[in-house]
């Protein structure tokens, strides 16, 4: 059966149609902007294919709404953005610790504090670093389309059932509001991994446990070992990045999710200006794509990392990029939105370096 | 001669660890009664809170789930939201579900969610070293209230029944204790009664379990059974606070 | 009439039991169990009526009871 349909929506509602199509069925959340179109999707259809929306009363409730439902061996996700997500970090520690999959959405804000609803890369260090307490990742995909809006939250199931690991999909209201075409459905299905795992009752089996205390020094040892062991599985086999017009560039522009997608504009009018300019747009962030940053730094040694914060995601291209290459660094605070412009003037003075 | 009592089958055949003269096991013994008794063991999921009672997942033989602390309602609400045909019922202590976790115990008992809850209140943090909970007794003496709580800066014992007992969303509110014989027998019954409601589809159902802590009381256990007579049931009443009839089955 | 079992190595020595037996016939003893309790006994078998007040009152599920 092919159900591939061509719509016209916004990020977040591509999100939202996403989380159903992965066979999603249960929704827990509290309202924030700018991220409402998900609930409101999602309390509007998720209904119609069986599933549960649930309102919650706090964020931290429905993380652990989110948590529960994982364990009990359903799809669960939820949305939010940046304070809400803070909340929903003692859940995501958990989560991680107890190595249940769900899906996490963040539309991210300006902050810290109540900030804004402009567009805002402050969350990177969250997200990619922990988040909540103890010594754990989460996969973070940082689409920069409304199509991988949608493409990246079915993906994002998947990895999330592989890895029994909680998956954030970092973006913010730029893509969330944004309208693209969207082609939904149709594509390889998403296949649910069997949960042998799950809380069921304890019919036919002995009974199961989901816990994450480890009172015991070896054992809590060996646990985060394993924990640190699947972190090295997925930083080996799970890393995206796109690559575009490298091969003769002289400078490479770093940059992910909505601040790539205005710098791509930047680097097309520094083309038609003779300047070789190339990207690498991490679509992972964790797993952060270090090889690959490095392997093109050994050989174009002029990077430029643009984000939409104070310097975040450069720390990791910091670690990444060979000895010998040149990180220049422009980052606009959250708040107002990236110009192609402004980028393109920090392209042309990272040329005139490089010619003198 | 027949056998009269002996240890419930959804008990794994391990020792408790909490202190000795606790009530904890005793209140244990009763769920696992209830679920033995409605045969439900292999369809029952736990959820374990945090303090003394987190290690559930070692005493009852049915699958338990670990919740963060004051969580285990949010918790049971997603695994039951799944599971509608299993039982699932949260276990939890006072500091647990009457302070961090009081914004979940009340809203998953307004939304009239179709768990059963255990709470209970020995007016001590335990496992912490006896810290004032929310239902620390007025001129109580707890390692964070050196001169007796006071309601000036402290509030007074939280009354968790009363409060729940005002939402429609809950089949059944009791308070018991398990002071004495009869007490333990009374407290059986309420036990099991919640958990018939939820077997029932009847919504939300609550059991406030009134406990000694000798340890972190100072007392004997014998002295601490006198304290829940004397100080903790004039301010804690046992009663059957809200209870809904559950209809005759065709 | 009645009898009860005590599981020596559950046994924590907290007392309810010595305190809820109407016919007084439990007592904390010498012997120590491998934790390093003092146990319940229970003496003058012949009187116990198996009424599991005891039972009842033990934290730790340590006795069992035939009538």
Redesign the interface.
């Known amino acids: 059966m092919n159900d591939s349909r061509k719509r016209l929506i916004n990020g977040n509602q591509a999100i939202a149609a996403a989380a159903i199509d992965a066979g999603c069925r249960?929704y827990?959340s509290y309202p924030i902007t700018p991220q409402s179109e998900i609930p409101e999707y999602l309390s509007l259809h998720l209904p119609e294919v069986g599933g549960?929306f649930?309102q919650?009363?706090?964020e931290?409730?429905?993380i652990?709404?989110?948590?529960?439902?994982?364990?009990?061996?359903?799809r669960?996700m939820t949305s939010s953005s940046g304070p809400g997500i803070s909340l929903k970090q003692?859940?995501l520690s958990?989560m991680a610790a107890?190595e249940l999959p769900a899906l996490i959405v963040n539309i991210s804000r300006t902050g810290p504090g109540l900030g804004g609803i402009a567009a805002s890369q402050g969350d990177y260090f969250q997200a990619t670093k922990g988040g909540g307490h103890g010594d754990y990742r989460i996969i973070v995909l940082a689409p920069s389309s409304v199509q991988e809006m949608y493409d990246l939250t079915i993906k994002g199931f998947d990895l999330a059932d592989t890895y029994r690991t909680p998956v954030m999909i970092l973006a913010d209201s730029v893509l969330g509001q944004m309208k693209e075409s969207v082609v939904m459905g149709g594509r390889k299905k998403s296949t649910p991994t069997k949960k042998d795992w799950a809380?069921?009752?304890?019919?036919?089996r002995s009974?199961?446990?989901?816990?994450?205390?480890y009172l015991d020094g070896d054992k809590s040892s060996e646990h985060n070992r394993k924990l640190f062991e699947k972190y090295q599985r997925i930083q080996k086999n799970e890393v995206i990045c796109e690559l575009n017009r490298c091969k003769d560039a002289d400078l490479i522009l770093i940059a992910f999710g909505s601040a790539a997608r205005i710098a791509k504009t930047s680097i097309e009018t520094a083309r038609e200006k003779g300047i070789k300019v190339g990207m690498l747009r991490p679509i992972t962030l964790f797993p952060f794509p270090n090889q690959q940053v490095r392997d093109i730094s050994t050989n174009i040694k002029d990077i430029l990392v643009v984000e939409q914060n104070t310097g975040q995601m450069v720390e990791d291209v910091l670690i990444s990029a060979s000895e010998n290459a040149r990180v220049t660094f422009y980052g606009k605070p959250s708040g107002n939105v990236l110009e192609a412009e402004e980028i393109l003037c920090q392209i042309e003075r990272c040329m005139n370096k490089v010619g003198t | 001669?027949?056998?009269?009592?002996?240890?419930?089958e959804s008990?794994r055949d391990v020792?408790?660890h909490?202190?000795?003269?606790?009530?904890?096991?005793?209140i244990h013994?009763l769920v696992a009664e209830a679920i033995d008794r409605l045969r439900i063991?292999?369809?029952?999921?736990g959820?374990?809170s945090v303090g003394c009672s987190?290690f559930l997942?070692d005493y009852?033989?049915?699958?338990?789930?670990?919740?963060?602390h004051g969580?285990a309602p949010?918790?049971?609400?997603?695994?039951?939201?799944?599971?509608k045909d299993?039982?699932v019922f949260a276990f939890q202590g006072d500091g647990d579900l009457a302070a961090i976790g009081t914004?979940?115990i009340?809203?998953a008992a307004n939304r009239g969610e179709n768990i059963t809850v255990i709470f209970v209140n020995n007016t001590v943090y335990g496992m912490t070293g006896g810290q004032m909970a929310p239902t620390t007794m007025l001129g109580q003496h707890t390692t964070t209230t050196p001169r007796g709580r006071s309601f000036l800066g402290d509030g007074y014992p939280l009354k968790v029944s009363e409060l729940l007992a005002t939402l429609e969303g809950c089949s059944f509110v009791a308070r018991v204790a398990?002071n004495?014989?009869a007490n333990?027998?009374r407290a059986r019954k309420m036990i099991l009664k919640a958990f018939e409601m939820q077997v029932n589809n009847m919504g939300f159902s609550f059991v406030e379990v009134l406990s000694a802590c000798?340890t972190n009381w100072k007392m004997?256990?014998?002295d601490a059974?006198k304290r829940v007579d004397n100080e903790l049931i004039p301010y804690f009443p046992l009663k059957v606070f809200r209870e809904k009839t559950i209809p005759d089955k065709l | 009439m009645?009898?009860i079992q005590i599981d020596i190595?559950?046994c924590?020595?907290?007392?309810?039991c010595v305190?809820?037996c109407q016919k007084e016939l439990i007592h904390i003893g010498e012997k120590i169990n491998s934790h390093g309790?003092h146990t319940a006994q229970i003496h003058n078998k012949g009187e116990c009526v198996?009424c599991?007040?005891c039972?009842?009152?033990?934290?730790?599920?340590a006795?069992?009871?035939?009538?």
Not at chain 1, 64 to 74: C, D, E, K, W
Not at chain 1, 199 to 204: D, K, N, Q
């Open positions: 249960y827990f549960t649930l919650a009363e706090s931290i409730a429905s652990n709404m989110v948590l529960g439902a994982s364990a009990a061996g359903a669960a003692e859940g958990y107890d809380l069921t009752g304890c019919e036919g009974p199961s446990i989901i816990k994450s205390l | 001669m027949k056998q009269v009592f002996k240890r419930p008990l020792s408790f909490f202190c000795p003269g606790c009530h904890h096991g005793i013994r063991r292999t369809k029952t999921i959820i374990a987190v997942y009852f033989d049915t699958d338990v789930c670990e919740a963060p969580r949010a918790v049971a609400t997603g695994v039951k939201r799944v599971h299993r039982i914004s979940e009340i809203h398990v004495n014989p333990v027998r000798p004997t256990p014998l059974l | 009645g009898r190595e559950r924590k020595g907290c007392g309810l305190a809820t309790y198996g599991a007040n039972a009842e009152m033990c934290p730790d599920v006795i069992e009871v035939w009538r």
